[in-house]
């Protein structure tokens, strides 16, 4: 079985900077492109990054484009999001998911293990 766990979330004001983390349990995250989704309580999850299996393709929501940067090493068996200028809207709980496919996807569906989710709170 495959777990995923986040961590680095927290408090932080407009225009700082948190990095979260996502350490996989299973052997196969390194064959995989892996995602960062995000949620708020009433909507939908939304897609905020994505990576190719070994890095070599990145997708990023528009809305966070410029801002944060996705990353992975794969011998760590983990995932990161720099997450930089930060704004109150990007307050969410953040999860971390691994990928059934190998290049990057912006897909909800084509994400099958997911983390617990990390809350992140960007103040005014």
């Known amino acids: 079985q495959v777990q995923l766990v986040e961590s680095g979330g927290g408090l932080v004001q407009a225009g700082g900077s948190l990095r979260l983390s996502c350490v996989a349990s299973?052997?196969?995250?390194?064959?995989?492109?892996m995602g960062w989704f995000r949620q708020v309580p009433g909507k939908e999850r939304e897609f905020v990054a994505a990576?190719?299996?070994?890095?070599?393709?990145?997708y990023y929501a528009d809305s966070v484009k410029g801002r944060f940067a996705i990353s992975r090493d794969n011998a760590k068996n983990a995932g990161y999001l720099q997450m930089n200028s930060l704004k109150p809207e990007d307050t969410a709980v953040y999860y971390c998911?691994?990928?059934?496919?190998?290049?990057?996807?912006?897909?909800?569906?084509?994400?099958?293990?997911w983390g617990q989710g990390t809350q992140v709170t960007v103040s005014s």
């Open positions: 990576i190719s299996w070994n890095s070599g393709t990145t």
């Open positions: 299973g052997r196969t995250f390194s064959r995989y492109a």
């Open positions: 998911a691994q990928s059934k496919v190998y290049t990057a996807t912006r897909s909800f569906d084509e994400h099958d293990y």
